[in-house]
């Protein structure tokens, strides 16, 4: 159950990078690319996609 549910936020995840790549939306760093930007809100700071809800 749990693996399924790390499955589904990963594929969130994947798509929310799919949708800043188009708005070039902190795609800033080159070195970390999108995904790696968003994880490491993501371990940062939840409010994160709280922003990302109200685009």
Do not use: P
């Amino acid at each position: 159950m749990l693996k399924h549910l790390f499955d589904y936020i990963n594929i969130c995840l994947i798509l929310i990078c799919k949708v800043l790549k188009i708005f070039v939306i902190f795609c800033y760093s080159a070195q970390w690319g999108c995904c790696g930007v968003l994880q490491r809100v993501l371990v940062n700071n939840m409010q994160y996609f709280i922003f990302v809800e109200t685009l």
